[in-house]
Structures are given as structure tokens and as C-alpha cells.
């Protein structure tokens, strides 16, 4: 685009505007990116073909010269033509022009002269939803290299940011599992999900060399493979997960959707819309010395993600014990031995089956134990998998294919003139073309498109999946997350008011007792909405779910009671035995679980439409 080999010192040039609106190609952008604005020549050479401009007759050596005087480079783009020179004028060095387009311009405005990068930020492309093509990959690679950052980056500073190819795919047999990743802050879960999409190729060797750079610049060099769950600057900045991350990779038997829950108590809310849309629950320890003890005490995460995973509808559990490569455990069999001794009773009281339970030493910095079972020597006393085998070889899970359609909203966005709803589906399945509701609401919506991932594209959705669904009829502003994507004649209830069956985990010093009229925050799915204790109905015996005390006035930790529960606004649920997901719910005051419930019926429902 510009004659690099030019002196500064010889001349100043200016370009003529030319009538018609400019159409480039990446190439082109990527040269405008890359010129020297400074520059005191710039030589348009629009096209690929384009013959290089000659330079200007050299002036008389013993003419004297003028002090040279650097104006601000102005541009005025032309039409892709080949450039021609016309012949200097008296007194006057050479100013390349550019062929006029043999079409008529329509009248053009008054000449404005525009700085350079101003002139490119405003260029319309013609060519910009086009694909990428073989040399300007190659010159897109050249100039990232030089520049030290990755491809995607150059495509996001040119303004051409590569759309992924969308293909769509036949019914794929393989299973699909929701993995959720939970545990006490700084275990390594955002470390350990990295390890995961880099081992199985959904990371390539660039971005992590790129990601290691940045963490080393920050003195954080451990923190390289987290950064690829935790995106923003604020998780990176502190080491923290705040939203839940979500990423999808593939085995040879199954596909996965990873959920990286925050592990900070701040955001329990966070890590429990997460859980809500998982199968299977990732529990990461770390066998440091102190840091296992920290988050299994009273207080610690560890107990309270344990509890809330059970609560939750997580049926698999598989414990990661991380950090066994450290200078304080050496892949030693009696720390895991003490880890696991004191884990195992911990959640067979919480509800968890022991044959539903896995235990794995891995590193997940180094990726020891991760996709590969451990290598011979490292821990020879254990005898099991590594940590994708471990999840390969879980048993199917069963779905309920034949309920009404219950898809679960996490999240939403505009895409392509679309709505697109981001969820899992509980129950039922979705179709392509399908008219459905949107409840609370009851807002009609037609499916347009369903995609498993970014680039795999379906027909039809099973339950199981977390799916996106491009719909139209309703605005992305009108959702919010909690909402349900539901069959149109048999809609999700959307009550005030429910029967349910309540038990008591724990309370807070300054609230004792558990009575009627108890004030509290219910999460149920992915809705939080404000709740209290209407009247408590029964005490019940904790074996035999029998009553044992007609409407008692209170109740204390560790009891059941059966209670009618209301809610500020329509809540969707199910009844447990119907659709489990959307019959369990959580119930927290001051930042703490109180109690853990299920919905046995449902009381007077409120209108929604």
C-alpha cells in the first residue's frame, strides 16, 4: 500500500479523491493496520494485481531546499482500479493518480478531509461476511507472528472477525453428560478444565503459549490454563471465578458440556445456577497441607458444595484430589488415604450412594491422572482411572424423553435477527420449526434453529442436552434467566404458593429455630426469588418420612417438616416425582444454606399472562 523505500525528507504527497465507495478485501485491511501512519508517503496500489507505482523524477541536487514541514496524513479512498501516474506539472513533483470507474458517481458530498485510521474505521466492506481465502490466511498468519498475538486477535483489530463454519449434524448416539466443576476456592477447577480442552484438542499449542505469557507478565505462571474458563480481566486480575464458565469437548464414547462453578462463598448463587444444569459433579480437593483442612471445616466450601451438588440432582460425584504433585504430599498414599477417609462418611450423609462416588489423585497443572490414566511409577497403590476415562465409563443416565418439553433458560442474546436461548432440557424434546411457549408469560415462539455447540447445527434436541435455540416472537429483553421453554399445551405450573418437603441443614446463630413465618431466598433451577414460611404442616420422622407432630411451631437442624412455602412472584416448577429438576429447590438467608427441599404439590396458581 505504501512505497516503504521512500525517504521521508523527499517529498510529501497527497492522493486525489476519486468518485466511487471503496470495496476491500482482509488483505487490505490488514495493510492499513499494519502502514506507519507517520509515514510521509503512502502510495495506493489497490487490487492484488496492481503494477507497483514508479518513482517520481529525482529534483536537481543544487536546487536548495525547503524546510520540510510534516502535515497530518489525510486519505480519500477510490475504487479497486489500477493506479496511473500523470505527468508532473511545472514547478510541481509528481502526485500519483488513480483511475477514474468508468460509472457515473452519484454526487458526492462536499470533500472533507479525513485522517487515516478515522477513514478505515468508517470503511464499509463489501466483501466482510465473505470467507477467508488461502493467501489472506497466509498473510494473516505473517503479520500475527510478527506481531506476537494470536490470529483471532488481528481478525478483531481489522474489524473481519472470522464466523465460525456451521455444519449441521446427524443424531449423534453418543451420550451427552453436564459436568460441573465445584470445590473450595483455589482448588485448581479452572485449572483442571483447561488441562481438560487443551488435552483433547480444543485449545491449540498458540493460545497457550500466549496465555502463559500474559500470567508470567502478571507473576501468576500457574494461573496460564485457568485463563482459558476465566475470560474477564476481574478473574484473571484476582484468580477467582465469578460466572459460571462454559466449554464443550468429546470422547470416543461421550460428549461433554463443562460447568466451571465459582468456589468463593460470595458467589454461591452463581455456582448453584451452574449445578442446577449438571449430571455429574467434579468435587476438586487439594491435598496441600492446609488448604484441604481449610475448606473441609465448618464454613468451608467443600461441605456446602457437597450438600448443595446432592440437592442439586447431581448423581454421579466424582472427587478429584488435585495438587499431588506438590513438594508437601509427593503422590503420597497416606495423605490421600486421610483425604478420603474423612470425605467418604462426610457424603454418604449427605445422600450420596458410596458405589456413586469416584476418587482420583491427578496434578492438574501438569496434567498427570487427567486424560490418560497415571503413568507407572507415580502412584503405584492406585489402581483406578485417570479423569476422562473415569467420566467414559459412568453409567448411562436415564432421561425423561416422553414428558412435555421443560428446557431450563440460563442464558440469552441476540444473534442474526434471532433470539437465542441458551439452557438445558430437563424433559421432553425440541424440534426445529416446533411453536412453544415461554413461561411466566406464555409468550408464543417458533423454533428457527437448535445448535449444540457454535458450529454444530440440528434438527432435533434430547433431554440432557444444553443446547442453543435460535426462536422469534419474543424480544431477548423480555427473558430472563429461570424462565422456561415449555410445550405449548402443557406448560410448566407457574405458582405462588406450594407444598413441600423440607430439611433442615443448618441455622444461623441468631435464628435458632426454624418457625412459621421464616424469611428467605429460594433457588430453584435457575430462578431466585424472595419466599417465607406460610405454615408448618408436619415434623416428620427422618427414616420414615411418617409424621410425628402435627403443625409444630418450629423445627430444628437436622429434622424434617413438611410446609406450604410461598413465593413473591410465579415461580416454574414441577412436582418432584414429575420432572426432579424443576422440583428441587434450595433455601438460603444470609448468604447460608438453611434448608434443602423438594415440591409435593402445588398450591392456588397465579395468573401469567
Excluded at 449438571?278 to 487439594?286: E, M, N, P
Excluded at 428446557?407 to 411453536?435: F, H, P, Q
Excluded at 424443576?582 to 392456588?604: N, V, Y
Aim: aromatic share 6%.
Amino acid at each position: 500500500f505504501f512505497n516503504n523505500k521512500r525517504k521521508q525528507k523527499e517529498r510529501e504527497t497527497t492522493i486525489q479523491s476519486p468518485p466511487p465507495p471503496l470495496s476491500l478485501s482482509l488483505l487490505h485491511i490488514i495493510s492499513f493496520w499494519k502502514m506507519n501512519p507517520n509515514a510521509s508517503t503512502f502510495v495506493p496500489k489497490f487490487g492484488m494485481g496492481a503494477p507497483p507505482v514508479s518513482s517520481p523524477p529525482q529534483t536537481d541536487a543544487a536546487a536548495p531546499k525547503e524546510p520540510h514541514v510534516y502535515k497530518p496524513l489525510t486519505l480519500t479512498l477510490s475504487s479497486p482500479k489500477k493506479a496511473e501516474e500523470s505527468s508532473p506539472k511545472e514547478n510541481q513533483k509528481e502526485v500519483p493518480k488513480v483511475k477514474e470507474s468508468t460509472q457515473v458517481p452519484s454526487p458526492a458530498p462536499t470533500k472533507k478531509e479525513v485522517p487515516l485510521e478515522e477513514s478505515v474505521s468508517k470503511l464499509e466492506l463489501e466483501d466482510e461476511d465473505g470467507p477467508i481465502t488461502e493467501e489472506e490466511r497466509r498473510e494473516l498468519k505473517r503479520i500475527a507472528e510478527e506481531e506476537g498475538i494470536t490470529e483471532e486477535e488481528l481478525l478483531k483489530e481489522t474489524g473481519k472477525e472470522e464466523e465460525p463454519e456451521v455444519k449441521e449434524a446427524l443424531e449423534d448416539a453418543r451420550e451427552h453428560l453436564n459436568v460441573v466443576f465445584i470445590g473450595h476456592v483455589d482448588a485448581g477447577k479452572s485449572t483442571i478444565s483447561g488441562q481438560i480442552l487443551y488435552a483433547t484438542g480444543k485449545v491449540d499449542q498458540r493460545t497457550i503459549e500466549k496465555y502463559e505469557k500474559e500470567s508470567k507478565d502478571k507473576n501468576r505462571e500457574s494461573w496460564f490454563l485457568a485463563y482459558i474458563m476465566d475470560t474477564n480481566e476481574e478473574e484473571r486480575a484476582k484468580g477467582k471465578t465469578v460466572e459460571v464458565g462454559r466449554a464443550t469437548f468429546e470422547t470416543a464414547t461421550k460428549r461433554y458440556t463443562i460447568l466451571d462453578a465459582p468456589g468463593h462463598k460470595n458467589y454461591v448463587p452463581n455456582m448453584i445456577g451452574g449445578a442446577s444444569q449438571a449430571d455429574v459433579g467434579i468435587l476438586v480437593i487439594s491435598a496441600k497441607k492446609g488448604e484441604f483442612e481449610s475448606g473441609f471445616l465448618k464454613g468451608g466450601q467443600t461441605r456446602e458444595h457437597s450438600v448443595l451438588s446432592k440437592t442439586l440432582g447431581i448423581k454421579y460425584l466424582v472427587v478429584v484430589i488435585n495438587k499431588m504433585d506438590d513438594e508437601t504430599v509427593g503422590w503420597d498414599k497416606g495423605r490421600y488415604d486421610e483425604i478420603e477417609g474423612q470425605l467418604l462418611p462426610f457424603l454418604k450423609g449427605t445422600g450420596y450412594n458410596p458405589k456413586d462416588v469416584f476418587f482420583v489423585p491427578v496434578s492438574g497443572l501438569k496434567g498427570t491422572g487427567i486424560k490418560d490414566d497415571l503413568p507407572e511409577g507415580v502412584a503405584p497403590w492406585y489402581k483406578g482411572k485417570g479423569l476422562i476415562n473415569t467420566l467414559d465409563e459412568l453409567k448411562t443416565i436415564d432421561r425423561n424423553s416422553n414428558f412435555p418439553l421443560r428446557l431450563l433458560i440460563s442464558d440469552k442474546y441476540k444473534d442474526r435477527g434471532y433470539t437465542c436461548v441458551m439452557g438445558k432440557i430437563e424433559a421432553g424434546v425440541v424440534n426445529k420449526g416446533d411453536n412453544l411457549v415461554i413461561m411466566p408469560g406464555k409468550t408464543p415462539v417458533e423454533v428457527m434453529g437448535i445448535m449444540l455447540d457454535e458450529t454444530t447445527s440440528v434438527k432435533r434436541a434430547k433431554p440432557g442436552e444444553n443446547v442453543r435455540v435460535f426462536i422469534k416472537g419474543i424480544d431477548e429483553e423480555a427473558i430472563h434467566r429461570g424462565y422456561v421453554l415449555c410445550d405449548a399445551k402443557q406448560p410448566v405450573p407457574c405458582v405462588t404458593k406450594f407444598e413441600c418437603q423440607l430439611a433442615i441443614v443448618e441455622l444461623l446463630p441468631t435464628k435458632s429455630i426454624f418457625t412459621n413465618g421464616y424469611k428467605g431466598v429460594i433457588h430453584s433451577g435457575m430462578s431466585e426469588e424472595e419466599c417465607g414460611v406460610v405454615v408448618l404442616l408436619d415434623q416428620l420422622d427422618n427414616k420414615t418420612l411418617k409424621s410425628v407432630k402435627k403443625k409444630p411451631a418450629f423445627v430444628k437442624e437436622k429434622q424434617l417438616a413438611r410446609a406450604i412455602l410461598e413465593v413473591a412472584n410465579p415461580l416454574p416448577c414441577e412436582i418432584f416425582t414429575d420432572v426432579p429438576q424443576l422440583g428441587r429447590f434450595t433455601f438460603r438467608d444470609s448468604g447460608k444454606t438453611i434448608a434443602i427441599g423438594k415440591i409435593l404439590g402445588f398450591g392456588p396458581k397465579k395468573a401469567t399472562n
